[in-house]
């Protein structure tokens, strides 16, 4: 009776609910399930269809961490709340069925207040460009809301510790701050941590704003109002959506029709990698996590059950509850590494398993759990029956049916021992007592990734399991039984080394028969062709295998010998040191970032933000994937126009009148479009325009083009054939390197010579987090308005006039701010605000784009790749005398910025004194993307060149390259000689104090005797220390200005520099502030700060704005309007005395101003700064020392320390500049240790994804991390004494890279030593490329350094 009653209930509510219901950020959401396309994802939602934009689009791939927002589940049966952080661009709108949504706005804002983590994020300097950090505050939010949930914290600090809070942005990315100020922002509300000891932030003297748990549960992450929603359901044949409950509603679900495409969804991470399947259209999607079945987890005797919709974060928290189990504890230890926690909170292990499965997927798990013996269960739907196989066995079937389903997964106890010891051996196997009764089971995983803490794909993991005893006689360990299981690494599944395991099995293991199986094991780990370096992947599988099995070498168990590589753990840690100036107040003080809480929070309007107005169009760039074809056609596949599109538009198609240009740059202008023929893969041939962007971006997948390359030459893929087809752009000659000194003098007083040494780099690609993006909307009169996320509105101004074939004045650009520029949007955002503006004209509509990852990746260029050929003389001293250099440039197929790069180069590289100098440069034309600038274009190359060379001499000489560094840094004399005038004063010199104070505020010389000790005494970890010094020429430019002040008091300032994330609003009113409050009124300077706001760039308001680059953009523009200021303190000064005199005063700010608007005097004033000769250029100097450990064995660098003196001037803002030093090294290691940007055959980028593409994350920064900014006094010629920070620290990250050489350098002279006879030729004067990742590392260890070493024992065995 009562069963009936619920069913009928159930049917009543079932027939009733016909929509999603769901909250965001408290607010109540429905949705008629019938209108919605089921594979809309979350964040389409949110930002197109909701007001909050906080959420941010930076890859689309579940890689980058932009679009976290908090999911919270409400449990009805425990009354709990579940809230767990999601990427909601992988997440489907329809999952998220009576759930809450809390994003960055939804913690506070600046309605409702602030959050403390917003707060504490602004206070501690760790927002930049603004565009990861809404992701980064909901990562801190979740992390503080789940650790003070269960049990509550001391009052004012939170249950979380230090070492999880750094844990707890570690997915996230951010390419401005470096990570260490958010990760300090994060720490301060650990309780096990000292605010004193947190770098640099402005509550270290106020204290810190209060943190109350209590609040952050306020935050409400769960409406009462949802709680009485949950009980409805939908019917699941009704809707393209369904959610089944039970087994026979998903059997009766998929034997609905035939011919019914289905898609059966989990957590939908796998569109992540295959992005295609997010363009696949299906008639019906089966949400499986509501089956009970496959919801199940079960611990018996037996083992785990884990159903298949189970998370892997909830699979780490249930085999975590068993962690006396060694083996469980493992299994979630290792998938702690899987993807990021954003993702393992939705990703289930059964869409891991049949992504393996069905698609060979480089899966962890998989490999994991192979070697753990694990089963999986498998119903057929049509049949209903079950079937039980091992992991191992359903990897090898055909691809699971697409209406086959993987119920769950079954870890097994493991047997009992031979003994009948119920004792279950875990890792520690180095420490086990061993007796001859003792069996013991051994297992331990493996994985060795760019990033130690996830988030990228293994080059190769391994798991691996074994029954050893003692042998009889008590002096080896037998191999029972063992399972080796590899994956990864260019293996269709899981591979299981059975060579390997039939040869040890019932050996004593010995080096002897290390050797063997390492031999045997090499034959079977063989990545499939095409895969990423093979040869390193393969010496992974053998370095693994040996850690596993090196203890249990008589020698290893009985000496106790080996000592399993440990990594150094330590948290990350800081000390940095500001010194503020009052002298210029509040010009000099470390205020908070303009907008810091607002980008925390996610209001700061970006362009993307921006509602679409109506009628809004959205388009997508077709790029040639050839690198010089003719363009026959262009259409679709099967001529079928896609759903939404309303046209492509070619160069054909602009109007009379106007050009087809791209880019209205510095030297030439640049094509929009390809014509006829397109000169590089990567060229833009046409503009889709269609309803939607995720329409436009589907549609340009269907886009077919008819290539010819029939009479066309071969194109030039390489600076070589560049030079050999005399393919090269000229360079004007006020930017060609200029000749030092008389370099066949200098050689003839070298008492050596290297001659035609080889260096050479590849690019790097900006990876700001924002992508190119603009908004065109038509206005009156054939006039333009184009919102563009630009760092050059005027160029960008100019292209589109020139385009359109318009007069200037028809066109406005406007940029409030910038999502990271980094160089990348200086020419290449034209074509993008082009290509919308031309649409928009042309269909009169407004028309927007935000370019996808991938295309911006392909189509924006990024760095110079060069190669360097140089002949160096020198003293036996180390002394250089003289350096021939010639380059080649690869400056791809257009002109750009290239022909500024020659005097970068030089000017870094000039850091030293060569004597004499003579540099040739060629900028090769070559059809591949144009290059462009990238923070610190060419001047990084340059300075790192310099090291190579100086790294050089070292070897040659046999002398500590430190020396040879000191030996060749310039006298202020022979500064002067290579840098002219930009030499400044002999004082302003402080390169050498510099150096000195680095030694020892780092304790240099102490820690290079105690790396040496480490060295000695360390087998498989090497350590390296280094010290670089950096100078940096920067210019200044011409730059106008616009300080006016309204009615109330209020001021507002235009500059033509582009808040980019470098701090330049914050010091434009520390400089305004400063200048007004020269009038000494009644009210301070400080509280002329919060009256003042910059505005947006505006083409039309303001011209000549130029370009925000360069490093000194902040600088001039403060001094633009600081010269406005003036303009304004003289007209009120006259008005000020005689208030004074009248009212005996002070005088309010307030009152002087009605006073002077009842005056009519103009309070605009606009006026310009011109630098003169001896203003116009300076150099910067900074000094950075870095430690580094190498693990030998996997090729993996731990920087273990880094110490940067930085010479600010008179730091404008120090806190600002301590963010741009710590951002721009941070950038740099990226350039010199982790990104490779690299090109196939046709130089078409193939390195397009954050699954590729791996920029730096907090787990790869220095673990102690500390700056200091050298105030050095007075600088009569620059802006209040101080100077450019934005660039310049970028080169010192050269210190990591060449550290990690002389680590390398160790294991090299080390491997000598092994070398049986003492003579192997081992070059120890190697140069280490650029990038140094792991399989570069290991390559320069050894791949066979594992070999080498066995070798070497068995043959000292012998002989003793
Ligand atoms: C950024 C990122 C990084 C990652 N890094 C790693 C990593 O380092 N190592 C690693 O191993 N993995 C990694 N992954 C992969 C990740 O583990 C998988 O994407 C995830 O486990 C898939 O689970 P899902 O629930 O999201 O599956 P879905 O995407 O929902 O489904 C995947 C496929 O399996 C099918 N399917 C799902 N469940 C079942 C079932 N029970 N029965 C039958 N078919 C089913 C679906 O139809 C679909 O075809 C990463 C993923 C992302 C997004
Ligand atoms: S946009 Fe979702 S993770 Fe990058
Ligand atoms: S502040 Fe993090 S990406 Fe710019």
Redesign the pocket.
Known sequence: MGEKKVTEEKEETMKSKTSLVFAVNGERFEIDLSSIDPSTTLIDFLRNKTPFKSVKLGCG???CGACVVLLSKYDPLLEKVDDFTVSSC?TLLCSIDGCSITTSEGLGNSRAGFHAVHERIAGFHATQCGFCTPGMSVSMFSALLNADKTHPPRAGVSNLTAAEAEKAVSGNLCRCTGYRPLVDACKSFSADVDIEDLGFNTFCKKGLPCYDHTLSSQVCTFPEFLKKELKSLVDPRKYRWSSPLSISELQSLLGLENGVSV???????????YKEEKDKKYDRFVD?RRIPE?TVVRRDEKGVELG??IT?SKAIEVLRENESVLILAKIAAHME????RF?RN???????I??AQ?KH?????TTILVAAGATVKIMSTGSGVQEQYTLEEFLQRPP?EAK????SLTIPSWRPVKNGSTHRAGPEHSQMKYSPLNTHLLFETYRA?PRPL?????FLNAAFSAEVSLNEAGDGVVVNDCLFAFGAYGTKHAHRAKKVEDFLAGKVISDEVLMEAISLLKDEIVPDKGTSNPGYRSSLAVTFLFEFLVSLTTKGLLNGEYKEPLKPEALLSSAQQIVENQEYSPVGKGIEKTGAKLQASGEAVYVDDIPSPENCLYGAFIYSTMPLARIKSIGFKENRVPEGVLGIITYKDIPKGGQNVGTKGFFASDLLFAEEVTHCAGQIIAFLVAESQKLADIATKLVVIDYDTEGLEEPILSVEEAVKKSSLFEIPPYLRGKPVGNINKGMSEAEHKILGSKISFGSQYFFYMETQTALAVPDEDNCMLVYSSTQAPEYVHRTIAGCLGVPEHNVRVITRRVGGGFGGKVMKAMPVAAACALAASIMQRPVRTYVNRKTDMITTGGRHPMKITYSVGFKSNGKITALDLELLLDAGLSEDVSPLMPSGIQGAMMKYDWGALSFDVKVCKTNTVSRTSVRAPGDVQGSYIAEAIIEKVASYLSIDVDVIRKVNLHTYESLRLFHDKKAGEPTEYTLPLLWDKLAEFSGFNQRVKVVEEFNALNRWRKRGISRVPAVYGVPMRFTPGRVSVLSDGSIVVEVPGIEIGQGLWTKVKQMVAYSLGLIQCGTTSDELLDKIRVIQADTLSLVQGSVTGGSTTSEASSEAARICCDGLVERLLPVHAALVEKTGGPVTWESLISQAYQQSINMSVSNVYTPDISTGYYLNYGVAASEVEVNILTGETTILRTDIIYDCGRSLNPAVDLGQIEGAFVQGLGFFMLEEYLMNSDGLIVTDS?WTYKIPTVDTIPRQFNVEILNSGHHKNRVLSSKASGEPPLLLAASVHCAVRAAVKEAKKQIQTWSNDNREGIDLSFDLPVPATMPVVKEFCGLDVVEKYLEWNIHQKKNF
């Open positions: 791939e579940g890689g992988l898609k059966l969804v989990a957590g939908n991470t796998s569109t992540g990698y499986i496959l298949a919709a892997i590494k899987i993807a990021s993702v939705t990703e289930t292990i059964g869409g891991n049949i992504m069905r997927f480089p899966s962890d798990l699971l086959s389903v993987l119920l990734a996830g988030n990228a794909l293994a954050t």
